[in-house]
């Protein structure tokens, strides 16, 4: 049998297997050296071995894009729920959570400014009782520094 009667017996039988065709694939399953594809005998099982290659290019190339395809449709699906998701979190339960939080923290302070008035009113008692002047303290409520006042140590 011919090198190319084997090289082409070699091609189909790499096509029908799914194999990687190239030049010296065929070649070597052959059992021919590669550099006879530059004689012109050789030339129509060349042309065959890259039209083959370039069909299993194109094959490849239409299989990952149906990969690919299928990857954004499931990445699309997961960010429809991701999103779905998100508006149920950042709804009006949210809001109200919110609006209550910031009702307790107001609450807190005007608890902690009256705290501090009722000390503020026991320690001029204390003082007074003890003889002492009563304790005057300005404050500005604005920043709440103290302007002026009677300390005691």
Known sequence: MSAVKRGEKALKSMV??????TKNAVAKQANFSHTN???PEFADLKDDIEAAAA???LDKQNSDIKVLKQKVT???VNLKTANK???ELHGKDN???IQQ???KLVECYRLNDQLKDENNDLKNQLYHKMGAE???LKVDKGTGEVISGIFHK
């Not at 029908?16 to 065709?21: I, P, R």
Request: aromatic share 8%; hydrophobic share 35%.
């Open 101 to 103: 939080l910031m009702t």
């Open 85 to 87: 998701a998100n508006k």
């Open 55 to 57: 069909k299993q290019k």
């Open 16 to 21: 029908l297997a799914g194999v990687k065709v």
């Open 74 to 76: 499931n990445l699309e």
């Open 95 to 97: 809001k109200s959570e």
């Open 134 to 136: 009563e304790e005057q």
């Open 37 to 39: 594809f530059r004689y």
